[in-house]
């Protein structure tokens, strides 16, 4: 006889909720997430102090953005253009490196009351410039992609670990039952694909979902029941089953995973088709994301569904810009950046006008960033192209908290080294979560007997950006 | 200028930071170490028991345990008291800056080096082993480990039981009960062939009281072609097996199935595993080997040992064109893919630097890369070079000779049939350029140069004086073309439609009659030219005089016989590619009746350097002499391979006029048949051809300083790794290395061999390796739980003459095995991830598994074994942007499922099957909500669940029994009483409700029973194995 782990009324209340709910409450009533107890992983749960934000809109530009071209101008280094330095090491290489300065073609300018320097990459973003806080200085532990993205995403380059995404979905749970806590919008896998959005040891169901734009953005998300009662009968069913089975075998993760899986995956079925549903946006609304433009229309679709799926409470959404090949990574020729800039301009522009006039900027955080800049330098003196260069980058954010309109941290006069204010991955992620009301230190998870963090031993939440 | 010094971070290793490793520790760990810590932990005083002055002092620790272990971030006492996270807090006159932790940690994790005592060498140096490195567990030779003595034997089924038993003993653990026998069927047939057992097969076995009822079992899933598929998945994850090349194009790999095929034989039929993987690095070579004395012990083919070097071959590829521009990136993948499949290493790092972590040089990196890069690699076809290229051929080379000269045979044959044919229709017709290679003189417009398809230049005419007469190669036609003295240049040239190529075996014949006109008194001769191209490629010369008729014989003219004045000649040769020789026949036509005389002559060698090819024939005034050549009538001109009738032997009869309509239309008809059979028989390749690897040109490789192959170091000799022995390869040798190489691998002297197959078996059955990191049995890998378990497995594995069914054997006799999966509130605690064993590990069943078991209840599971996929057919033209995607529906079991590289299959990649593009060695379950929606709503599930609903239905039973059946099928148990009832009304609110929705009544029952069965393949009971 299995002795009993823990009482009847304990595994009911662990496993009620969702169909079961259903099943007791009337057949064919609506799937309600508001009836589960407070021990449901993905139950909404205070953070550990007030917020200034609700959720996250998180933009990834893959492929290392350059810092000196997009939001950190260097007059010095067109002054100095041409001229040599020396680098102690290059494309991974030790050595003494005499390198060529090479100036940014892309012109400046000043926008908004903040007069905050955008380059002419970026002309609309320009125009929200007053909404957003720019973080220049930024470093992190890896210059190439796919570990720089890991580190950008998890904290650590070199080992598997929970995404931030998964992180908030565990340190606040989510409003909507029937939609993903975290929702990853990506036309394409970014480089270490499915990783970046893993939970890795947290409960997988607060990995994130990987969304691909298309005509159906979700597998399998239509029925094929000939009615919803139908299926409201067999997922009762089911639970049903998967109870009893859970009530024999004793409390287990992966069996209670199972169960929450089907919840969750039958309120996706009506709650995701109507959110990426843009049809009866307004004409107005989809000329500002650039929907009706060719080189606008992905990524502004992008933007317009994260602010759609952010109405319906989604708790962590990003935004992959490319994917692992095509991106920014312009070794080559800087001018490639025109392609990709133009592609984004638009729509975060839109994003963020958006929020604001709907009044959600207010309590949604909008964080851009890439995995690295790229070299002020290069090994010849008209090269077109530049290099990785994870010491010095430039990553924003805007609403939700972050005071608008100011520049946050300095690099030196080529936008080689941070000079002032220099910001770590684990500093961006410590203030994502503190706006979120989750202080980075406490916000833990027991795993192989050590206390995990996001931010691992370090961060410092960037206090002077904050509103 | 400025000059600015910059520091730059390190990221090969994506650890920051940028700095070397000497840099770091002197710049950051030390002047802690010194400032902080030594004035109590140092060369004075040793509070604690502990010297933090040498990297032996951290390691050995205090009083209270080791400071730090390296490479271990979670353990050690440092770090938690610099945290200041216990009651110990260190140094006591504050925290340190979160930085400097973060240094140390990374120095931690990083493998805490420190100069005085451990220097990595540069490359290029003979590199240096530590005896600490050496030491390392996994180096050791494998110990006999005698099985402990435990307290309870009562819990023992075997001596494995033994090991586990007595750590359980340790630890104050009792190991929960056997499990019942539904619940032991359903796990050995997941487990063995990956797919569940039948009502009929569960009830068999629980009726079978006889102790051997299990291994009754155990042997007849063994004995199924099932258990190849099942267990072969398990190789293929490691082999890291795909349909396609991976580059940025992806092109579709047609033989790979050959190697996936193989690998599942090679399952069924035990193959040993020392013979499997040697038959994998080396197949090729043990090939023309086994002709000789000795073979294999296991029986296999020629054939099936170079299809198994497809295991190199099969990785991810980045070349776009057979070159080796990015074969450095092949050789990459192939030694990382070795090193951790075969020998549990992680060789990769060492391509750029000494491994830092590992006894693993630069030196052994390239010495590897010598091997393979003496090899010859099958190409996938890539952007720059579209198809396959370097398929290795799976025979014999006496026997492509055989295969070449069979098909010769067959072409000539065909040939002739046509030849006929055409003939015939050339007789019917009136119409001889139908009839054969007449090269058209009888379409030209008489009177006239002659023109297309012929090319000329210089005084030329069509004639009827130069018809020849002689009529047994062609019928008698109207004209030949007349030429006169011109410039040297001058003359006519006709490309064959059908150019001739020389194959083993194969002869080629050319005939031309030739008359020169009246008593001439020109000084020069004509040539005749036959060859590829304008003088491209000669194959032979014939130069004619008014004099005489001369061949030439390699670089030389030979005289073969005199020209008659005013009489015709017909010349014929044959040619014979394999002796580079030809022969000839010139025969008169000295009375209208009868050819007279016949000159033969033979042995005449052909142009030096003749390509083999023959498509062109070109008359001009280039001869042996020069000066103006001879009036010349040429006609009756052929090329063919089959022998032309000789003069006199036939007559073809004048053509006819009226052609005969429906005599023409058989003849087309055939025509048609013999062409198209003709032309599969060309284009039938010679012999089956597999995606692997042969032997290339024998080289030693150069180090690529920081693993850029344009930075040449020094040479490096091809020998195995330094840490396994460091054999060189015999200074006789010949090879590329690859025979010895899986020498040295598979020895029994090599303690990785053995032991990391075990652990792969071990992880097979439950879940989790004895080394839980399968693929790193190095210093970074995490030890063994228990060491003596591993190796008196591998010993086990060694003496049982590695065959692995004998080790699925013991292991599934263990109690260990057939426990129940049901959890025991005090193990819980103290295990509560089972390492002990104190349970079986439920696991939720992979994606192969899931796919065929609904495949096999829906009835449409499709047990015959396919072959390739249904490709496109070239030429292709897949692109970086337009690459090759596809998606081959099909009901055979799952791991015949197409895999492509760049686009993972959205079923597999769903359910967490392995990545292709590397070895895997474990697979992580996941649970998501897209998978839910695919359970749900996928047509495949609803469609399964469909033919399942139908044979419950079709069988004659209440609906109880069914009910039963039902659970049976899907979880291996019948249902309870009370499940018997809530399935009824689930059946009864079921059939309401689609009659409320208006569902036509003869479809509500099998709807009821569709969905009942939908509901129970995705319960937690069918897609979990207890």
């Given at each position: 006889?299995?002795?009993?782990?823990?009482?009847?009324?304990?595994?009911?209340?662990?496993?009620?909720?969702?169909?079961g709910?259903?099943?007791?409450?009337?057949?064919?009533?609506?799937?309600?997430?508001?009836?589960?107890?407070?021990?449901?992983?993905?139950?909404?749960k205070?953070g550990h102090?007030?917020?200034?934000?609700d959720?996250?809109?998180?933009?990834?530009?893959?492929?290392?953005?350059?810092h000196?071209?997009?939001?950190?101008?260097?007059?010095?280094?067109?002054?100095?253009?041409?001229?040599?330095?020396?680098?102690?090491?290059?494309?991974?290489?030790?050595?003494?490196?005499?390198?060529?300065?090479?100036?940014?073609?892309?012109?400046?300018?000043q926008?908004?009351?903040?007069?905050?320097?955008?380059?002419?990459?970026?002309?609309?973003?320009?125009?929200?410039?007053?909404?957003?806080?720019?973080i220049n200085?930024?470093?992190?532990?890896?210059?190439?992609?796919?570990?720089?993205?890991?580190?950008?995403?998890?904290?650590s380059?070199?080992?598997?670990?929970?995404?931030a995404?998964?992180w908030?979905?565990?340190?606040?749970?989510?409003?909507?039952?029937?939609?993903?806590?975290?929702?990853v919008?990506?036309?394409?896998?970014?480089?270490?694909?499915?990783q970046?959005w893993?939970?890795?040891?947290?409960?997988?169901?607060?990995?994130?979902t990987?969304?691909?734009?298309?005509?159906?953005?979700?597998?399998h998300?239509?029925?094929?029941?000939?009615?919803?009662?139908l299926?409201?009968l067999?997922?009762?069913?089911?639970?049903?089953?998967?109870?009893n089975?859970?009530?024999?075998?004793?409390?287990?993760?992966?069996?209670?995973?199972?169960?929450?899986?089907?919840?969750?995956?039958?309120?996706m079925?009506?709650?995701?088709?109507?959110?990426?549903?843009?049809?009866?946006?307004?004409?107005?609304?989809?000329?500002?994301?650039?929907?009706?433009?060719k080189?606008?229309?992905?990524?502004?679709?992008?933007c317009?569904?994260a602010?759609?799926?952010?109405?319906?409470?989604?708790?962590?959404?990003?935004?992959?810009?490319?994917?692992?090949?095509?991106?920014?990574?312009?070794?080559?020729?800087?001018?490639?950046?025109?392609?990709?800039?133009?592609a984004?301009?638009?729509?975060?522009?839109?994003?963020?006008?958006d929020?604001?006039?709907?009044?959600m900027l207010?309590?949604?955080?909008?964080?851009?960033?890439?995995?690295?800049?790229?070299?002020?330098?290069?090994?010849?003196?008209?090269?077109?192209?530049?290099?990785?260069?994870?010491?010095?980058?430039?990553?924003?954010?805007?609403?939700?908290?972050?005071?608008?309109?100011?520049?946050?941290?300095?690099?030196?006069?080529?936008g080689?080294?941070?000079?002032?204010d220099?910001?770590?991955?684990?500093?961006?992620?410590?203030?994502?979560?503190?706006?979120?009301?989750?202080?980075?230190?406490?916000?833990t998870?027991?795993h192989?007997?050590?206390?995990?963090?996001?931010?691992?031993?370090?961060?410092?939440?960037?206090?002077?950006?904050?509103a | 200028m400025?000059?600015?010094?910059?520091?730059?971070?390190?990221?090969?290793?994506?650890?920051?930071?940028?700095?070397?490793?000497?840099?770091?520790?002197?710049?950051?760990?030390?002047?802690?170490?010194?400032e902080?810590?030594?004035?109590?932990?140092?060369?004075?005083?040793?509070?604690?028991?502990?010297?933090?002055?040498t990297?032996?002092?951290?390691?050995?620790?205090?009083?209270?345990?080791p400071?730090?272990?390296?490479g271990?971030?979670?353990?050690?006492?440092?770090l938690?008291?610099?945290?200041?996270?216990?009651?110990?807090?260190?140094?006591?006159?504050?925290?340190?800056?979160?930085?400097?932790?973060?240094?140390?940690?990374?120095?931690?994790?990083?493998g805490?080096f420190?100069?005085?005592?451990?220097?990595?060498?540069?490359?290029?140096?003979?590199?240096v082993?530590?005896?600490?490195d050496?030491?390392?567990?996994?180096?050791?030779?494998l110990?006999r480990?005698v099985?402990?003595?435990?307290?309870?034997?009562?819990?023992?089924q075997?001596?494995?039981?033994?090991?586990?038993?007595?750590?359980?003993?340790?630890?104050?653990?009792?190991?929960v009960?056997?499990?019942?026998?539904?619940?032991?069927?359903?796990?050995?047939?997941?487990?063995?062939?990956?797919?569940?057992?039948?009502?009929?097969?569960?009830?068999?076995?629980?009726?079978?009281?006889?102790?051997?009822?299990?291994?009754?079992?155990?042997?007849?899933?063994?004995?199924?072609?099932?258990?190849?598929?099942?267990?072969?998945?398990h190789?293929?994850?490691?082999a890291?097996?795909?349909?396609?090349?991976?580059?940025?194009?992806?092109?579709?790999?047609?033989?790979?199935?050959?190697?996936?095929?193989?690998?599942?034989?090679?399952?069924?039929?035990?193959m040993?595993?020392n013979?499997?993987?040697?038959?994998?690095?080396?197949g090729?070579i043990?090939?023309?080997?086994?002709?000789?004395?000795?073979?294999?012990t296991?029986?296999?083919?020629?054939?099936?040992?170079?299809?198994?070097?497809?295991?190199?071959?099969?990785?991810?590829?980045?070349?776009?064109?057979?070159?080796?521009?990015?074969?450095?990136?092949?050789?990459?993948d192939?030694?990382?893919s070795t090193?951790?499949?075969?020998?549990?290493?992680s060789?990769?790092?060492?391509?750029?630097?000494?491994?830092?972590?590992?006894?693993?040089?630069?030196?052994?990196y390239?010495?590897?890369y010598?091997?393979?890069?003496?090899?010859?690699?099958?190409f996938?076809?890539?952007?720059?070079?579209?198809?396959?290229?370097?398929?290795?051929?799976?025979?014999?080379?006496?026997?492509i000779?055989?295969?070449?000269?069979?098909?010769?045979?067959?072409?000539?044959?065909l040939?002739?049939r046509l030849?006929?044919?055409?003939?015939?229709?050339?007789?019917?017709?009136?119409?001889?350029?139908?009839?054969?290679?007449?090269?058209?003189?009888?379409?030209?417009?008489?009177?006239?140069?002659?023109?297309s398809?012929?090319?000329?230049?210089?005084?030329?005419?069509?004639?009827?004086?130069?018809?020849?007469?002689?009529?047994?190669?062609?019928?008698?036609?109207?004209?030949?073309?007349r030429?006169?003295?011109?410039?040297?240049n001058?003359?006519?040239?006709?490309?064959f439609?059908?150019?001739?190529m020389a194959?083993?075996?194969?002869?080629?014949?050319?005939?031309?009659?030739?008359?020169?006109?009246?008593?001439?008194?020109?000084?020069?001769?004509?040539r005749?030219?036959?060859?590829?191209?304008?003088?491209?490629?000669?194959?032979?010369?014939?130069?004619?005089?008014?004099?005489?008729?001369?061949?030439?014989?390699?670089?030389?003219?030979?005289?073969?016989?005199?020209l008659?004045p005013?009489?015709?000649?017909?010349?014929?040769?044959?040619?014979?590619?394999?002796s580079?020789?030809?022969d000839?026949l010139?025969?008169?036509?000295?009375?209208?009746?009868?050819?007279?005389?016949?000159?033969?002559?033979?042995?005449?060698k052909?142009?030096?350097?003749?390509?083999?090819?023959?498509?062109?024939?070109?008359?001009?005034?280039?001869?042996?002499?020069?000066g103006?050549?001879?009036?010349?009538?040429?006609?009756?001109?052929?090329?063919?391979e089959?022998?032309?009738?000789?003069?006199?032997?036939?007559?073809?009869?004048?053509?006819?006029?009226?052609?005969?309509?429906?005599?023409?239309?058989?003849?087309?008809?055939?025509?048609?048949?013999a062409?198209?059979?003709?032309?599969?028989?060309?284009?039938?390749?010679?012999?089956?051809?597999?995606?692997?690897?042969a032997e290339?040109?024998?080289?030693?490789?150069k180090?690529?300083?920081?693993?850029?192959?344009?930075?040449?170091?020094?040479?490096?000799?091809?020998?195995?790794l330094?840490i396994l022995?460091?054999?060189?390869?015999?200074?006789?040798s010949?090879?590329?290395?690859?025979?010895?190489?899986a020498?040295?691998?598979?020895?029994?002297?090599?303690?990785?061999?053995?032991?990391?197959?075990?652990?792969r078996?071990?992880?097979?059955?439950?879940?989790?390796g004895?080394?839980?990191?399968?693929?790193d049995?190095?210093?970074?890998?995490?030890p063994?739980?228990d060491?003596?378990?591993?190796?008196?497995?591998?010993?086990?594995?060694?003496e049982?003459?590695?065959?692995?069914?004998?080790?699925?054997?013991?292991?599934?006799?263990?109690?260990a095995?057939?426990r129940?999966?049901n959890?025991?509130?005090?193990?819980?605690?103290?295990?509560?991830?089972?390492?002990?064993?104190w349970?079986?590990?439920?696991?939720?069943?992979?994606?192969?598994?899931?796919?065929?078991?609904?495949?096999?209840?829906?009835?449409?599971?499709?047990?015959t074994?396919?072959?390739?996929?249904?490709?496109?057919?070239?030429?292709w033209?897949?692109?970086?942007?337009?690459?090759?995607?596809?998606l081959?529906?099909?009901?055979?079991?799952s791991v015949?499922?197409?895999?492509?590289?760049?686009?993972r299959?959205?079923?597999?990649?769903?359910?967490?099957a392995?990545d292709?593009?590397i070895?895997?060695a474990?697979?992580?379950?996941?649970?998501?909500?897209t998978?839910?929606?695919?359970?749900?709503?996928?047509?495949f599930?609803?469609?399964?669940?469909?033919?399942?609903a139908?044979?419950?239905?079709?069988?004659?039973?209440?609906?109880?029994?069914?009910?039963?059946?039902?659970?049976?099928?899907?979880?291996?148990?019948?249902?309870?009483?009370?499940e018997?009832?809530?399935?009824?009304?689930?059946?009864?609110?079921?059939?309401?409700?689609?009659?409320?929705?208006?569902t036509?009544?003869?479809?509500?029952?099998?709807?009821?029973?569709?969905a009942?069965?939908?509901?129970?393949?995705?319960s937690?009971?069918?897609?979990h194995?207890?």
């Amino acid at each position: 006889m299995q002795p009993s782990l823990f009482s009847r009324r304990e595994l009911l209340q662990r496993a009620s909720g969702g169909f079961g709910a259903i099943a007791l409450a009337g057949l064919f009533q609506q799937a309600n997430g508001s009836q589960d107890p407070p021990s449901d992983p993905l139950f909404p749960k205070q953070g550990h102090f007030p917020s200034r934000a609700d959720r996250v809109i998180f933009i990834y530009s893959t492929g290392g953005v350059s810092h000196i071209d997009t939001f950190d101008p260097k007059p010095k280094l067109t002054a100095d253009h041409g001229k040599t330095i020396t680098a102690s090491r290059w494309l991974n290489k030790p050595g003494k490196f005499d390198r060529y300065l090479i100036k940014s073609r892309f012109p400046f300018k000043q926008y908004g009351r903040s007069g905050t320097w955008v380059s002419d990459l970026f002309p609309q973003l320009g125009s929200v410039m007053d909404d957003v806080c720019v973080i220049n200085g930024m470093w992190c532990e890896s210059d190439g992609h796919d570990k720089a993205t890991l580190a950008a995403h998890t904290g650590s380059a070199q080992f598997a670990r929970p995404s931030a995404g998964s992180w908030i979905s565990y340190g606040l749970g989510t409003p909507n039952q029937n939609l993903p806590s975290f929702m990853v919008l990506a036309p394409a896998a970014p480089y270490a694909g499915a990783q970046t959005w893993g939970s890795d040891f947290l409960p997988a169901c607060h990995q994130g979902t990987h969304v691909i734009p298309g005509p159906e953005p979700l597998a399998h998300i239509r029925p094929r029941t000939p009615s919803r009662n139908l299926q409201l009968l067999e997922l009762a069913h089911l639970k049903r089953i998967n109870q009893n089975g859970l009530l024999q075998s004793g409390p287990d993760n992966a069996l209670e995973a199972r169960i929450r899986s089907f919840e969750t995956a039958f309120g996706m079925q009506t709650e995701a088709p109507e959110a990426f549903n843009i049809a009866h946006e307004t004409e107005e609304t989809l000329k500002l994301y650039g929907i009706d433009q060719k080189t606008t229309s992905g990524f502004g679709w992008q933007c317009l569904v994260a602010r759609r799926l952010a109405e319906r409470g989604v708790r962590f959404l990003e935004l992959i810009d490319v994917g692992s090949s095509n991106n920014w990574d312009s070794h080559g020729d800087m001018a490639d950046h025109i392609r990709l800039a133009k592609a984004i301009d638009r729509p975060i522009a839109a994003l963020i006008t958006d929020l604001k006039r709907r009044g959600m900027l207010e309590r949604t955080l909008v964080v851009w960033t890439t995995e690295f800049g790229r070299t002020a330098f290069n090994a010849k003196a008209d090269h077109p192209g530049r290099e990785h260069h994870n010491l010095a980058f430039t990553s924003w954010m805007a609403g939700g908290g972050v005071k608008g309109g100011m520049v946050h941290g300095a690099t030196d006069e080529y936008g080689i080294l941070p000079t002032k204010d220099k910001s770590y991955t684990h500093d961006l992620h410590a203030t994502m979560l503190h706006l979120l009301g989750l202080d980075h230190e406490r916000l833990t998870y027991r795993h192989a007997g050590r206390d995990y963090r996001l931010t691992d031993i370090a961060g410092n939440v960037l206090k002077p950006i904050l509103a | 200028m400025q000059p600015i010094l910059l520091f730059f971070v390190a990221s090969c290793l994506g650890i920051t930071p940028a700095l070397d490793d000497d840099v770091f520790f002197e710049s950051k760990i030390r002047p802690v170490l010194v400032e902080k810590c030594q004035k109590c932990h140092g060369s004075q005083k040793q509070q604690g028991g502990l010297r933090l002055d040498t990297r032996s002092g951290l390691v050995k620790g205090g009083d209270t345990g080791p400071a730090i272990i390296p490479g271990k971030t979670g353990e050690g006492l440092l770090l938690g008291a610099l945290a200041y996270h216990g009651d110990l807090k260190m140094p006591p006159s504050g925290k340190l800056a979160l930085e400097t932790i973060k240094d140390i940690e990374l120095w931690i994790a990083k493998g805490a080096f420190w100069p005085t005592e451990k220097n990595p060498t540069p490359g290029g140096r003979t590199q240096v082993i530590m005896p600490s490195d050496r030491a390392h567990w996994a180096f050791q030779q494998l110990k006999r480990p005698v099985p402990p003595k435990v307290k309870n034997s009562a819990l023992l089924q075997n001596e494995m039981d033994r090991f586990l038993q007595s750590t359980l003993e340790r630890s104050n653990l009792i190991p929960v009960d056997k499990a019942n026998k539904s619940t032991l069927i359903r796990r050995a047939s997941f487990d063995l062939i990956g797919l569940p057992p039948t009502p009929e097969e569960i009830l068999a076995f629980e009726a079978d009281s006889s102790p051997n009822a299990f291994s009754h079992l155990v042997d007849r899933l063994l004995a199924s072609p099932r258990y190849g598929e099942r267990w072969g998945r398990h190789w293929l994850d490691v082999a890291r097996y795909a349909d396609t090349a991976g580059d940025g194009a992806d092109y579709p790999l047609p033989e790979a199935w050959k190697y996936r095929n193989w690998v599942i034989r090679s399952f069924n039929s035990d193959m040993p595993y020392n013979q499997f993987v040697r038959e994998q690095i080396a197949g090729d070579i043990l090939a023309n080997e086994n002709r000789g004395n000795k073979g294999p012990t296991h029986p296999t083919t020629l054939s099936d040992q170079i299809i198994a070097t497809g295991f190199l071959a099969i990785g991810k590829r980045y070349g776009y064109a057979p070159n080796t521009d990015y074969q450095y990136l092949d050789f990459a993948d192939v030694i990382e893919s070795t090193g951790r499949s075969l020998l549990g290493l992680s060789l990769g790092c060492a391509r750029c630097h000494d491994h830092k972590y590992e006894p693993i040089g630069t030196e052994d990196y390239y010495a590897l890369y010598g091997i393979f890069q003496s090899s010859q690699w099958s190409f996938p076809g890539g952007e720059e070079h579209k198809k396959p290229d370097r398929l290795v051929p799976v025979v014999t080379t006496g026997e492509i000779h055989r295969l070449a000269a069979q098909k010769a045979e067959n072409v000539a044959a065909l040939k002739t049939r046509l030849r006929e044919i055409l003939l015939q229709k050339a007789h019917l017709s009136g119409d001889p350029i139908v009839g054969g290679p007449d090269l058209g003189f009888e379409k030209q417009k008489p009177k006239s140069p002659i023109g297309s398809p012929w090319l000329a230049l210089g005084p030329n005419i069509l004639s009827p004086q130069a018809q020849s007469p002689f009529n047994h190669i062609h019928p008698q036609g109207k004209q030949g073309v007349r030429m006169s003295a011109g410039a040297a240049n001058d003359g006519v040239r006709y490309v064959f439609a059908d150019p001739v190529m020389a194959s083993p075996g194969k002869k080629i014949h050319f005939s031309i009659d030739f008359h020169v006109p009246g008593k001439s008194v020109s000084p020069g001769a004509f040539r005749l030219y036959v060859g590829r191209g304008v003088i491209a490629s000669t194959a032979l010369d014939i130069s004619i005089s008014s004099q005489s008729i001369m061949v030439k014989n390699g670089t030389q003219w030979d005289l073969v016989g005199p020209l008659n004045p005013d009489t015709w000649h017909s010349l014929n040769i044959r040619i014979d590619p394999d002796s580079k020789t030809y022969d000839g026949l010139i025969t008169t036509f000295d009375t209208p009746k009868l050819p007279s005389t016949s000159i033969p002559f033979s042995g005449k060698k052909l142009a030096p350097g003749w390509d083999g090819v023959i498509d062109t024939f070109i008359c001009d005034g280039i001869g042996h002499v020069p000066g103006s050549v001879p009036v010349h009538d040429l006609d009756n001109i052929a090329l063919g391979e089959v022998p032309f009738a000789k003069p006199g032997t036939t007559t073809l009869l004048p053509l006819a006029t009226t052609p005969d309509k429906g005599k023409m239309a058989q003849l087309d008809m055939l025509q048609k048949e013999a062409t198209s059979r003709l032309n599969a028989e060309v284009a039938r390749p010679l012999h089956d051809v597999a995606y692997g690897v042969a032997e290339g040109q024998p080289t030693n490789a150069k180090i690529q300083k920081r693993g850029e192959p344009d930075k040449l170091g020094s040479e490096v000799p091809r020998r195995f790794l330094q840490i396994l022995g460091g054999d060189f390869l015999d200074p006789k040798s010949r090879g590329s290395g690859r025979m010895e190489l899986a020498h040295w691998i598979t020895r029994k002297e090599n303690p990785l061999f053995a032991r990391v197959m075990v652990n792969r078996i071990w992880q097979g059955h439950f879940g989790r390796g004895i080394v839980p990191t399968p693929s790193d049995f190095g210093l970074r890998g995490d030890p063994p739980t228990d060491p003596n378990l591993l190796d008196w497995l591998a010993f086990q594995f060694v003496e049982s003459g590695y065959s692995i069914k004998s080790m699925h054997r013991l292991i599934m006799a263990s109690a260990a095995y057939q426990r129940s999966s049901n959890g025991k509130e005090a193990n819980l605690a103290f295990d509560p991830n089972n390492h002990l064993l104190w349970r079986f590990s439920k696991h939720s069943l992979d994606a192969e598994s899931v796919r065929d078991m609904m495949l096999a209840l829906g009835g449409n599971l499709d047990l015959t074994i396919p072959k390739g996929h249904p490709f496109p057919p070239e030429p292709w033209g897949f692109t970086i942007h337009a690459p090759f995607y596809a998606l081959y529906e099909s009901n055979h079991r799952s791991v015949f499922l197409m895999s492509q590289r760049n686009r993972r299959h959205p079923y597999l990649a769903l359910f967490d099957a392995a990545d292709p593009n590397i070895s895997t060695a474990e697979r992580i379950p996941t649970t998501t909500p897209t998978q839910a929606l695919y359970l749900m709503n996928s047509p495949f599930v609803h469609d399964q669940a469909k033919g399942f609903a139908k044979s419950l239905l079709a069988k004659n039973q209440d609906d109880v029994t069914r009910i039963q059946q039902a659970h049976l099928f899907t979880r291996g148990t019948g249902p309870s009483p009370a499940e018997i009832t809530e399935s009824l009304e689930f059946l009864q609110s079921y059939e309401t409700a689609l009659k409320i929705n208006g569902t036509p009544s003869p479809q509500v029952r099998s709807m009821a029973w569709t969905a009942l069965a939908r509901v129970l393949f995705t319960s937690n009971a069918a897609l979990h194995v207890d």
